[in-house]
Each structure stands twice: as structure tokens, then as C-alpha cells.
């Protein structure tokens, strides 16, 4: 039981903005995005690191939004809500990036495997980087079309319905504290149950047993739930609740198929579910569409009040910017972690050990997908810079790492916070192994790109297998991939083409295209297939031998990992 603190911080916002007069308050936002501002420190005493809708069984409460006439209409925003940074990206009629913003955002560890957001910081750097974005473009208001927004899934915050202040950190996708009562669970034979309801294995990786643990930690929290006094909700559903002025508690079908508490195939929040996990339903936001009109931003929290057209997990959108639309169309996308997704069309797929999830809801109609997921990508790129200072900057890894032929028998596991697919193992924890007296910083870095390889190629094999469909490409997107070095490995050790788009913050991306779609800004998915471009497709060099001996140490190295930290 954790000690809790009552100051919450202090509710954002900014003044209306008068065409494009920028108010003193709304430069004031403009210096906290820049970081002149000092920054509110709530939570003193956490550890902390420097630097639509669904025509199912609901009746929604939501008055239904009209289109605006977009004929004048020049730019879509869209808003990416990561795991380590706020970020703003605005978009032409022909979805060209015109200029973005971003921020990162604190990281709290309070104890080993935690890992937390402040809520408040989280949704002033997202709007501070929004309103950065519109100054420095010198966009009027009435040029905005709609707003799109994407975010990381799972991390769950729950909130004071009267004074919108959290009642604790968010807790974070790849927060581990909850792994004992996933373990329970399993024991009692939950599994197949969650499974068959959600598409979803037991992990602490999910957002239910999170919001339980915050309910049952946070004194006096959970009679104050069963009043109705407190709301919860994913990354999506706390931006839309805090740009509406409080006005809208909603989420999407994708962000809520990631909670442990959404039946995916009756597209209703689960009744017996949620009394496993003893969550009040009252908490919960109105499920609906990933591209809709759901409300307007509140002009005395933006400035401006414009539509907000689209919300949707990260990696769902980032399958629908890819232009995925199709079954068996797949992607990778690259971030802190990496997540392969393909769409297996109207129907579900089961999977042993990928996930069941859905792709998109639009129009009232569902697009599921298989999902697997590595929790720890490009952040140990991160981890290089920030904890261990072997480099200084991100792309300082590639040239190191191009500086020698290979890893020199060196290989990094990076399961920080335990292994995904195909392993789910919470307890796994990351791994050196292979070094020699000639193994030098270089090889390191080598073999830290090559580790996220690998653990794609695990998902890869995996998906084939249980999906009977084999993937002779794979599209890929986050910031990771460009380093042309590990996407050559990646095609090598899968033996597999991998193309890489021009644009690949297709996160924000299909982000957009959904706001856009939503709001009459674009007209159909063939127009926006029309605009996507390839920049390079890397094709496999490696020889077969080659690839399955690196492969095979790979396999022995991920053993060592295995069930290394004990059960709480």
C-alpha cells in the first residue's frame, strides 16, 4: 500500500485567442512548451528522472456532431500522445506535414518496474505544443478543420469528476506493479475466460488491473467511484475530457479493446469482467467510432473551438496511415516499443500467443487485427543515452554501430520491463550476454539495434504461424526506423522486404486522415492511399546459414532473461 499525496496539481488552460491575436497567456503556454517556464513539481515524492458510434447495447449520451463546411478548410491537427513526449503535427489538403512540435515529458520510476506519468504535465505539454504549432504556422482558427488524436494505449488515469484534477499518477502501459495479481488470476483459470471475452492475454500490461489497483491503493477512492464521482479512462479519453472543458468522457473502440475490460465481439464493456475486478461501470467513458465528430475543444481551455474528429491507440492508427486497409496488410511500427499489427479484416483470428484486437472502428463497422507486442524498442536507444551516456545523441548509435561488422558475438536483451510476444513472461528482465574482452561500446550499440530486430522477428514468426499467412512485406514506421542500418538487419534476419515509407510518423498520421475522413476534409480511403510514398525498400543479403546461427544465439539469450526477478 502506497502513501498517497492530496495535491494533484493545478488545471491547465489558456484564453480564448481573438483571430490570431495571441493573448500574454497564450505566449505563456508557447514558453512552457519551449521550457522556459519552471514546471510544476506535484508528486514530490516520487522518484523521478531528469530531462463513434458502436450500434451495440448502448445508448449514448453524446448529441450527434454535424460537419462543418470544410470548403474553406486548409489544415487537420494532429495530436500524438506518447509514452515519453507530447507531440502536435499539422496537415495540408494533401497530407504533407507543414510543421510540428513536441515535448517530451517526466518519467517517474517510484519503484523498480513502476513507471508513471503526472496527468496534469502530460496534457499541458500536449496543449502547449498544439497552440505552439498553430503560432508558429500563423494559423487562423476557422482554417482548422478537425482535430485528430492518437495516443499511447493502456496507461489508464483516473480523475475528480467535479474538479478534473487526477486523484493519482497515470499509470503506464509498461508499469509492472499489477504482475502478482495477473499471476492470480491465472492461477484461478481467468485465462481462457479474458481471452474469449477480449482477445487479450493476462498481463499487467492491460489497463483493468491498473485502474483496480489505483481504486484499491488510493484511500477512500472507491466509495467515491460507486457515487460517480470520479471518472477513469486511457490517454485519449482524459485529452478529450480536458480540451472539452469536462463536456465529453469518451473513448474509441481500439483504445478500449486494450483495457482487459471490453468484450471485442459485443463491443460492450463486460459486466462479469468488470465485477472480477470489482471497477464500477459509472467510471468508465461512452465507447464509439475512431473517426467521428465527438465534440469541440472549449475555447476558454484552447483559445479556439474546433472539432475533435478522430481518437485511436498509436499502433491502430499507425496500421490505418500506413494505408493497411486491406486483410492481411501489416505493418511494424518502431517507437518505445514496437508493435506488428495485421489486419485480419470484418472477422477475429485467434492466437494462442498474439493478441485479438480491433483495428478500427468507422462507419459502424469493426476491422480487428492480430497484434504482438515488444515493450521495450527504440527506448533502449534511450536507455544508451540517458542511463548508461555511451552516446549522446540517437543517431550517434548508427554510426557506431556501422563502424563494425557485427556484434562480435555480443547480444542485448532489452526485457526491462519483462517479455511480449511470443514469450509473456513479466518477470524476464534485461540481458548482456556473449561478452569478451574484445567487445567494445560499438558492438554494444550494435547489438542493442540488432536486439530490436530480433524481437521482431520473433513477433514475425509467431504471426505467420498462427495467422496462415505469410507476409512478404512489411511495412514499418516510428522514429527508429530510420536507422538504415537496423532496417537492413531486420530484413536479413527475418528474410523478409521491409519498406519504409517517406513519411513515417504515420501514427499522427492516421490520426489525421481519420479527423479529416470524419470531417468531410478528405473524402474516401482511395484518396488517401493516392498520397502515400515509399522512400526505400530494404531487400535480405544474409545468407540462410548466417541467419539461423545469429538467430539460434538470439534464442539462447532470451532463455537467460527468463523469470529472473521473483514473484512479489
Known amino acids: 500500500m502506497c502513501a498517497v499525496s492530496e495535491d494533484f496539481g493545478v488545471r491547465g488552460g489558456a484564453p480564448p485567442l481573438s483571430s490570431i491575436i495571441i493573448s500574454l497567456k497564450i505566449w505563456k503556454m508557447v514558453l512552457f512548451y519551449k521550457g522556459i517556464l519552471e514546471r510544476d513539481d506535484e508528486f514530490r515524492g516520487h522518484k523521478r528522472m531528469s530531462r463513434k458510434a458502436m450500434p451495440h447495447k448502448r445508448t449514448h449520451t453524446l448529441q450527434p456532431q454535424k460537419r462543418e463546411d470544410t470548403m474553406n478548410k486548409k489544415y487537420i491537427i494532429a495530436l500524438d500522445q506518447g509514452t515519453t513526449s507530447s507531440r502536435a503535427i499539422v496537415y495540408d489538403k494533401n497530407a504533407t506535414p507543414l510543421g510540428s512540435k513536441a515535448k517530451e515529458f517526466t518519467q517517474y520510476y517510484p519503484q523498480p518496474g513502476w513507471v508513471e506519468h503526472d496527468a496534469e504535465e502530460l496534457f499541458k505539454c500536449q496543449l502547449g505544443v498544439m497552440q505552439a504549432v ?55 483459470g481467468y485465462s481462457d475466460v479474458i481471452r474469449e471475452k477480449t482477445g487479450l492475454l493476462i498481463d499487467a500490461y492491460f489497463s483493468g488491473t491498473k485502474i483496480k489497483w489505483i481504486l484499491d491503493n488510493v484511500p477512500g477512492l472507491r466509495q467515491r467511484a460507486e457515487k460517480g464521482e470520479i471518472l477513469a479512462g486511457t490517454i485519449d479519453t482524459w485529452l478529450i475530457w480536458k480540451l472539452s472543458g469536462g463536456k465529453c468522457h469518451v473513448t474509441d473502440v481500439t483504445n478500449a479493446s486494450r483495457t482487459m475490460l471490453y468484450n471485442i465481439y459485443e463491443l460492450d464493456w463486460d459486466r462479469d469482467l468488470l465485477k472480477l475486478l470489482d471497477i464500477p461501470r459509472c467510471i468508465l467513458p461512452e465507447v464509439h467510432d475512431s473517426s467521428e465528430i465527438y465534440c469541440n475543444t472549449d475555447p476558454d481551455v484552447c483559445g479556439f473551438s474546433v472539432p475533435i474528429a478522430s481518437a485511436i491507440g498509436d499502433q491502430q492508427s499507425a496500421l490505418f496511415g500506413q494505408g493497411c486497409f486491406n486483410k492481411g496488410d501489416a505493418k511494424n511500427t518502431y517507437g518505445t516499443g514496437c508493435f506488428m499489427l495485421m489486419n485480419t479484416g470484418s472477422k477475429p483470428v485467434v492466437s494462442k500467443q498474439l493478441l485479438t484486437t480491433i483495428a478500427l472502428g468507422m462507419g459502424g463497422e469493426i476491422q480487428y487485427a492480430l497484434e504482438g507486442s515488444v ?13 548508461l551516456e555511451l552516446i549522446s545523441s540517437a543517431p550517434e548509435i548508427d554510426r557506431l554501430a556501422e563502424s563494425v561488422p557485427d556484434s562480435n558475438g555480443a547480444y542485448l536483451v532489452p526485457a526491462f520491463v519483462g517479455l511480449g510476444t ?20 560499438a558492438h554494444l550499440c550494435r547489438a542493442a539495434l540488432e536486439g530490436i530486430a530480433y524481437e521482431v522477428r520473433d513477433v514475425l514468426d509467431t504471426m505467420v504461424k498462427d495467422s496462415g499467412t505469410e507476409i512478404n512485406i512489411l511495412n514499418v514506421d516510428g522514429g527508429a526506423c530510420v536507422s538504415n542500418i537496423m532496417m537492413q538487419f531486420q530484413a536479413d534476419i527475418m528474410n523478409t522486404k521491409v519498406c519504409r515509407p517517406k513519411n513515417v510518423e504515420t501514427t499522427a498520421l492516421g490520426a489525421a486522415y481519420l479527423a479529416g475522413l470524419a470531417s468531410g476534409f478528405w473524402k474516401s480511403k482511395q484518396e488517401i492511399l493516392e498520397r502515400r510514398e515509399t522512400d526505400r525498400v530494404f531487400t535480405p543479403e544474409m545468407s540462410d546459414e ?18 529472473w526477478a521473483e514473484e512479489e
Open 422 to 441: 511470443p514469450y509473456w513472461d513479466m518477470y524476464a528482465r534485461g540481458t548482456i550476454v556473449g561478452l569478451t574482452r574484445g567487445v567494445k561500446k
Open 546 to 563: 548466417k541467419r539461423s546461427k545469429l538467430y539460434a544465439g538470439w534464442k539462447k539469450a532470451v532463455e537467460r532473461s527468463r523469470e
Open 134 to 188: 498553430i503560432v508558429d504556422k500563423e494559423i487562423k482558427m476557422d482554417e482548422i478543420a478537425a482535430i485528430g488524436i492518437t495516443n499511447q494505449r493502456e496507461t489508464v488515469v483516473l480523475w475528480d469528476k467535479a474538479t478534473g484534477k487526477p486523484v493519482y499518477h497515470a499509470i503506464v502501459w509498461q508499469c509492472r506493479r499489477t504482475a502478482s495479481l495477473c499471476e492470480e488470476l491465472t492461477k484461478q
Open 375 to 387: 515493450f521495450i524498442g527504440g527506448a533502449v536507444i534511450k536507455w544508451l543515452r540517458d542511463e
